[in-house]
Structure formats: C-alpha cells, structure tokens
Nanobody, 122 residues
C-alpha cells in the first residue's frame, strides 16, 4: 500500500488548510486511515482517524472542534479539514493506514505516507 499526502503549506493563524491522502496498491485490507503530526523537537503524535467502512471518527483533544476528518472509501482517500489553525499546529503531518481497529497508537497503523509540512504563522 502506498499513501500520498498533499495539501500542506503556510497559513496565518486563524486560517484553514485541507490535507488529502490517497491510498493505492493493495487497499482491500485497509480498515482505517488517520493523521499524525510531528513538530520540531517533539515526538510524533496522533491527530485524527476515521474508519473507512463505518465512518467512525476519532480526534485528539488538541484538535477536536477545529479539525474535521472525512473519507471516501470508493477512492481510498481521506481528508483533514483544518480550521482555526494555531502556531502550535505547525508540524509535518503524516498520513497512515491500518488493518486494525480505529485507534491513536502508531502500532495500529501498518502503512505510512511521506509527510506534508504545515506551517502556521502568528
């Protein structure tokens, strides 16, 4: 499975960005897709995830109410709409896909994309 993330960029605080992640290859066994992020000098952390079959979603408390994850199972694509962005959202955002149940642990994801940079200026 290959994951291609796009949509990162530079935005001012309070602005919005939309990330996309398309999965290709042997996608039939993907159960959920999600986003993690890693800021400079920090460990990678969970952001959000979605079940491609039932549409269940899961958010980190730091982004809940500001970010919205959605998915298109027919296209094996997941989107992350990020609103009211803050400087602390600045990070490299990684797309991930997994065969296991929805969750926030890196170990629950089997496939990872290359990352896309999101920079929020104050």
């Amino acid at each position: 499975v290959q994951l291609q993330a796009s949509g990162g960029g530079l935005v001012q605080a309070g602005g919005s960005l939309r990330l996309s992640c398309a999965a290709s290859g042997r996608t039939f066994d993907i159960y959920n897709m999600g986003w993690f992020r890693q800021a400079p000098g920090k460990e990678r952390e969970f952001v959000s995830a979605i079940s491609l079959s039932g549409g269940s979603t899961y958010y980190a408390s730091s982004v809940k109410g500001r970010f919205t994850i959605s998915g298109d199972s027919a296209k094996n694509t997941v989107y992350l709409q990020m609103n009211s962005l803050k400087p602390e959202d600045t990070a490299v955002y990684y797309c991930a896909a997994g065969r296991l149940r929805l969750g926030a642990l890196e170990g629950q994801y089997n496939y990872w994309g290359q990352g896309t940079q999101v920079t929020v200026s104050s």
